[in-house]
């Protein structure tokens, strides 16, 4: 797992963040997962249109879950540093088990402390 890019900012949480119900992210069977241009049947799509709103579509829940999976991200990091834990680990292992740097760890703990206070991730 590599860095992401920025860090979430969690000051413009309210405000930049656009709650959309995502499209259902449906499995592909086995045999198109081993086809390298298959892709949720984007592919097979000849309409223009069709093709921009579902692939549209696709982009959005893709995005939404991003942000979902970082959000609980940053509260298993909160968690896992919280000074009342007896198996509190230092930033240092968190940011090596998540493989962030220090810097990163330090603002996903922040970000994951204040989701905790709030009373979790957001819900869509």
Known sequence: M????????????????RHRKPAALL?????????????????SIEDPRQLLSRSTELTLAFRAAADRATEFQAIAAAQLADPKRFDRL??????????????????MI????????????TAD
Do not use: K, M, N, Q
């Open 2 to 17: 590599t860095e992401p890019h920025s860090a979430p900012d969690h000051r413009d949480r309210g405000v930049a963040r």
């Open 27 to 43: 499995f592909e069977p086995p045999e198109a997962v081993a086809d390298p241009e298959h892709f949720f049947d984007l592919e």
């Open 90 to 107: 230092p930033e240092s292992a968190i940011a090596e088990r998540a493989e962030w740097s220090e810097d990163y760890t330090r603002r």
């Open 110 to 121: 922040d970000f994951g402390r204040e989701l905790l206070r709030d009373g979790g991730p």
